[in-house]
């Protein structure tokens, strides 16, 4: 674990990994497609669409299919109705996962900057935060559309990293997907996998490409890594 004694910073992903979102996700998209005069779908078909940001979850949504692409016309109207029912309703079910404030707590408690790192729309994701009062333990949110690329590229981390103040191996990036794993991988940043989220951390961690330096079952178990080996100042 020589990694996780260099850290000096950590990042986020929100979605499976702070908040258990996909009870709205999946409220809002059905809205969409009953809108456009189509059935509901199943909350587990939404949940495995989720990850790469709205626009590509109202693509799968609409066509049912994950690598499905919607024609433009109808696309523009679905991510329309899907963001105006998701922004009025974007925490109605969601919540943080059990333990989540206690870990960002103790981790507070370091000294340490905190950073969310999603795909989700930087608007929504400062929006579902502030709903549910987490946005008090970050210093910066990247979204999916805060740079011109987004998770599984290695982009935003090394933002994230520069406006935290520290190098890309000095900031830790948990998450539960695929994507995260893989942009920490690219950007040189440590990670940790959490077992409860939306990915099979289980499977990640059996491929070399996929797996984290550390896998844990609740955000506090990262303030316990990280607590023997920072300064006694800190």
Same mark, same amino acid.
């Given at each position: 674990?020589?990694? /996780? ?8 992903? %929100? ?11 999946a ?8 809108? #456009? &005069?189509?059935?509901e779908?199943?909350?587990? *078909?939404?949940?495995?669409?989720? &990850? ?9 949504? %609409? *066509? ?8 433009? *016309? %109808? ?9 105006? $029912? ?12 059990? $333990? ?8 507070? *408690? ?5 950073? =969310? ?5 930087? =608007?929504?994701?400062?929006?579902? #935060?502030?709903?549910?009062? %987490? ?21 935003? #981390? ?22 995260? /794993? ?5 950007? &040189?940043?440590?990670?940790? &996998? ?13 491929d ?10 609740? #955000?506090?178990?990262?303030?316990? $890594?990280?607590?023997? $080996? ?5």
């Amino acid at each position: 674990m020589s990694a /996780i004694a260099e850290i000096r910073a950590a990042a986020f992903d %929100l979605d499976g990994t702070l908040v258990d979102s996909i009870p709205d996700l999946a409220s809002s998209a059905n809205a969409m497609r009953v809108s #456009l &005069g189509m059935g509901e779908l199943p909350r587990d *078909t939404v949940q495995s669409y989720v &990850g790469d940001g709205i626009g590509v979850l109202v693509h799968r949504a %609409l *066509t049912d299919d994950y690598h499905g692409q919607a024609d433009e *016309t %109808l696309w523009q109207q679905g991510f329309t109705a899907f963001v105006k $029912h998701y922004g009025a309703n974007i925490a109605n079910a969601t919540r943080p996962y059990p $333990h989540t404030e206690t870990g960002l707590e103790l981790l507070k *408690t370091l000294g340490i900057p905190l950073a =969310v790192v999603t795909n989700k729309s930087e =608007v929504l994701a400062v929006k579902l #935060l502030k709903e549910l009062n %987490l946005d008090r333990y970050f210093s910066l949110v990247v979204g999916g559309d805060t740079l011109p690329e987004k998770k599984p590229a290695p982009e935003p #981390l090394r933002h994230a990293a520069e406006v935290l103040g520290v190098s890309c191996g000095q900031m830790l990036m948990v998450g539960d997907s695929r994507n995260d /794993i893989l942009a920490a991988k690219a950007a &040189g940043c440590p990670s940790a &996998g959490v077992t409860f989220g939306y990915g099979d951390m289980a499977e990640l961690s059996r491929d070399d490409a996929t797996r984290p330096n550390l896998v844990i079952r609740s #955000l506090p178990e990262i303030y316990e $890594h990280l607590r023997p $080996h920072l300064p006694a100042n800190a």
